[in-house]
């Protein structure tokens, strides 16, 4: 912390000047004057600057137990209010946080309850598919491998499930949440961490997961994610 003080009293007041060295240094210049027959423009900037005279705004004023009990006492009240405007807006950025969170587990598990039926409409389009297929009479059915096609559909199912990245993308809300209720140390980073981990997620889900029903909460997870993003920057 630095602290700059700047001295509001004339500037006369600040210069220590003793009356006989005054005097003195004024009769010189004027027997330089007579014996020379010289004109010497002589103001207050030269004594300081050319004399010796003390003219540094510290001084014994700002020694004394009233100044330094003013002078505490100042910073006191600063640092307070630092600290209560500080402890506002951690508290409100907590709060922001903690809707967002709840905002993604809402669009989420609307997701989430929407998977067993799209996977039972892949399942029945590709059953249609493959009866087509079977009834068509142009395609030599000598060369159909029912083994390999089954595996093929399978494949497509599998790569179409998008579980498991929910199930993570719960881990890292759960996370979120561990992280930012943590009161003694810096978590900027954390949050950070676990912000860009969160939008890997969804990402994925969204090239995975091809269910038109649901993509205005896949946007939805998309905002919020970003606007976490943007906060986590605030945070130290």
């Known amino acids: 912390v630095i602290v700059a003080l700047k001295d509001k009293r004339n500037s006369l007041e600040k210069i220590d000047i003793e009356d006989s060295y005054l ?6 210049v004027h027997e330089i004057k007579e014996k020379y027959n010289v004109e010497i423009n002589f103001g207050l900037s030269d004594l300081v600057n050319n004399c010796g005279i003390n003219a540094s705004p510290i001084d014994q004023y700002y ?3 009233e100044f330094n009990e003013i002078l505490f006492s100042t910073l006191q009240k600063a640092m307070d209010q630092l600290i ?4 506002a807006e951690g508290d409100h950025l907590e709060e922001f946080f903690i809707t967002s969170i709840n905002k993604i587990e809402v ?4 997701i989430e309850h929407s998977i067993p039926e799209y996977l039972e409409e892949i399942t029945l389009k ?3 598919i493959c009866k087509d297929i079977t009834n068509d009479e142009e ?8 083994e390999k096609l089954l595996s093929e559909i399978n494949y497509f199912i599998d790569k ?8 993570r993308l719960k881990s ?11 009161k003694t140390k810096p978590i900027g980073l954390s949050i950070i961490f676990i912000v860009q981990e969160m939008q890997r997620e969804i990402s994925t889900i969204s090239a995975k997961y091809h269910n038109v029903s649901i993509f205005p909460d896949v946007i939805n997870i998309k905002e919020e994610i970003e606007k976490c993003k943007e906060q986590a920057l605030n945070v130290e």
């Open 126 to 128: 590709v059953k249609n």
């Open 63 to 65: 020694l004394t137990d």
């Open 172 to 182: 890292h809300l759960k996370k979120l949440r561990e992280i930012i209720s943590v």
């Open 139 to 146: 395609i030599n059915l000598s060369k159909f491998n029912e």
């Open 160 to 167: 179409s499930d998008i579980t498991e990245e929910i199930v």
């Open 23 to 28: 005097n003195a240094l004024f009769k010189k």
């Open 107 to 110: 669009s989420l598990n609307t």
């Open 84 to 87: 209560k405007e500080r402890k």
